[in-house]
């Protein structure tokens, strides 16, 4: 299981991203459960010195190659600060103009220098006619397409439903309609890897994941572990969700 906490921007004192690291590292000791975080990108240096078992994500990465361009981070240079992850394509970055086409520069600029890429995909509304699914296909084929096999397998995929961010397990996706789209999602990877190489992706879940539902999405969603939001800023909610995941 892989459980990635995203802490946007909501933590904005080096005080309490340290206190969250403490607690993180904490969680990281257990060997079953990997732990993973996405600071703002201000509070990256602070992983460097002593992160302990958690590793080191990344809440976007730079498109661009080699040309001056203020206020980007790109790759390599994330890489030496010891990022590992990087979260692309979110729907808060999407929302603020970010493209298919960019976004799937960024997956191919993070996989050369090898940080695996965190493609969060996710539909505004469930539509009664599953439109939704040709959105979720979209998302998928054009941030993948011309991407090899091989570099795929290394992907990590997470289901964000954009109706189900920000509030509470109440509001989340139910477990057997997780795992219908989690099939579907592992169906389109079909198209670009092949073989039993799709059922290799790891699939994580993201949208008002809390200690209450964790459990039951894991068990019942299929899903190999979890983007979470807010509920990773709070370490005793963050605590609970991996608990319920050792259970
Ligand atoms: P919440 O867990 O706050 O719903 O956020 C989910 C998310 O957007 C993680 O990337």
Known sequence: MLVVGNWKTYVRTREKAKKLLVAAKRLALGRKIKIVIAPPAPYLGLFTASRGGVALASQDVSESLDSTETGEVPAPLLKEMGVTYAIIGHSERRARGETDAQIREKVQRALVHGITPILCIGESERDADAKYLAHLRTQITSALSGIPAKDLLDIVIAYEPIWAIGKSDEDAIQPADLMETVLYIRKVLGDFIPGKG???????YGGSAEPENAR??????????????????DAKMFAGIVKALKQ
């Open 198 to 204: 799709a059922t290799r992706v790891k699939i994580l």
């Open 216 to 233: 039951a999405l894991a068990g019942g969603g299929g899903v190999d572990g979890f983007l979470v939001g807010h509920a990773s800023v």
